[in-house]
T-cell receptor, first 114, second 112 residues
Framework: DTGVSQDPRHKITKRGQNVTFRCDPISEHNRLYWYRQTLGQGPEFLTYFQNEAQLEKSRLLSDRFSAERPKGSFSTLEIQRTEQGDSAMYLC????????????FGPGTRLTVL | GENVEQHPSTLSVQEGDSAVIKCTYSDSASNYFPWYKQELGKRPQLIIDIRSNVGEKKDQRIAVTLNKTAKHFSLHITETQPEDSAVYFCAASYFGNEKLTFGTGTRLTIIP
């Protein structure tokens, strides 16, 4: 499978616990994005990497959220001290300037905070 | 920042008829406008996009039109089929700031 992959697909956690999600982009894509989608809404931008550099973070991304892309390939998104309001689908997308910046999405990680 | 509004929120169309979904954007710097289709429980999939240097683009039964002056763009689906039933999202961005700002989505139902 050469598409964007995400792991895990589902995560159930208790309030206050830390969680980490992983995204593997399409191999030749140097740009990687994280979005959050709640039920009935469109995806909301969280953060964006070009290679290993984190170029932009949304104001939605509180201090409890951190994202990394250490080698410019896969990325991780960590949420510390989870809250019930963090329950959502976390989507990863990747793109390449050679591909006209079209963003291809992964299947998402559905987080449920109890 | 960019704000994208999308209408209608729900749309029911008889099979074989056409469907039109409209979006407006606020940032005149936006120059890339993709449309995504999302089926229940699945990832958003790009179905068509348009850049600001063209006014219309077609791909088989799907077309998108862009009016830069009015800052609105529309998705047109002709000869609708049951498999067109899904939630459709419009989005906007501009080169140099590739984050996508999405609309709130349109749930399209094709009635057999």
């Amino acid at each position: 499978d050469t598409g964007v992959s995400q792991d895990p697909r589902h995560k159930i956690t208790k309030r206050g616990q830390n969680v980490t999600f992983r995204c593997d982009p399409i191999s030749e894509h140097n740009r990687l994005y994280w979005y959050r989608q709640t039920l009935g809404q469109g995806p909301e931008f969280l953060t964006y990497f070009q290679n290993e550099a984190q170029l932009e973070k949304s104001r939605l991304l509180s201090d409890r959220f951190s994202a990394e892309r250490p080698k410019g390939s896969f990325s991780t998104l960590e949420i510390q001290r989870t809250e019930q309001g963090d329950s959502a689908m976390y989507l990863c997308a990747s793109s390449s300037p050679l591909g006209g910046n079209e963003q291809f999405f992964g299947p998402g990680t559905r987080l449920t905070v109890l | 920042g960019e704000n994208v509004e999308q209408h209608p929120s729900t749309l029911s169309v008889q099979e074989g008829d056409s469907a039109v979904i409209k979006c407006t954007y606020s940032d005149s710097a936006s120059n890339y406008f993709p449309w995504y289709k999302q089926e229940l429980g699945k990832r958003p999939q790009l179905i068509i996009d348009i850049r600001s240097n063209v006014g219309e683009k077609k791909d088989q039964r799907i077309a998108v039109t862009l009016n830069k002056t009015a800052k609105h763009f529309s998705l047109h689906i002709t000869e609708t089929q049951p498999e067109d039933s899904a939630v459709y999202f419009c989005a906007a961005s501009y080169f140099g700031n590739e984050k996508l700002t999405f609309g709130t989505g349109t749930r399209l139902t094709i009635i057999p």
